[in-house]
């Protein structure tokens, strides 16, 4: 079983920044993602960046640019820090993480950190 539990989030002025924080522990060896993904209200869940173990990163087009995804050295940490934000990057930031192994998968998800931008 794996624990995600994000931080981070809040109320911020548009054009502020935000960094959020995604801590995981118990069985996570062989982690192959860790992602962010968020929820506006009213819409469908959408992935907002993505980095492999091998330290490939990638980013929806309306963040690029913008956001940051990053990882701490033991692995178990992933940030997402949000520079020059838009009330349209408002909703709920879900960490995710995906732990492979030979023939099998597993994909868990936080408990989700609200990001509000007013305008």
């Known amino acids: 079983q794996v624990h995600l539990v994000e931080s981070g989030g809040g109320l911020v002025q548009a054009g502020g920044s935000l960094r959020l924080s995604c801590a995981a522990s118990?069985?996570?060896?062989?982690?192959?993602?860790m992602a962010w993904y968020r929820q506006a209200p009213g819409k469908q869940r959408e992935l907002v960046a993505i980095?492999?173990?091998?330290?490939?990163?990638n980013y929806a087009d309306s963040v690029k640019g913008r956001f940051t995804i990053s990882r701490d050295n033991a692995g178990n940490t992933v940030y997402l820090q949000m520079n020059s934000l838009k009330p349209e990057d408002t909703g709920v930031y879900y960490c995710?993480?995906?732990?492979?192994?030979?023939?099998?998968?597993?994909?868990?998800w936080g408990q989700g950190t609200q990001v509000t931008v007013s305008s």
């Open positions: 995710h993480t995906e732990i492979s192994g030979r023939g099998w998968s597993r994909n868990y």
């Open positions: 980095l492999t173990s091998g330290q490939d990163s």
């Open positions: 118990g069985s996570i060896f062989g982690i192959s993602t």
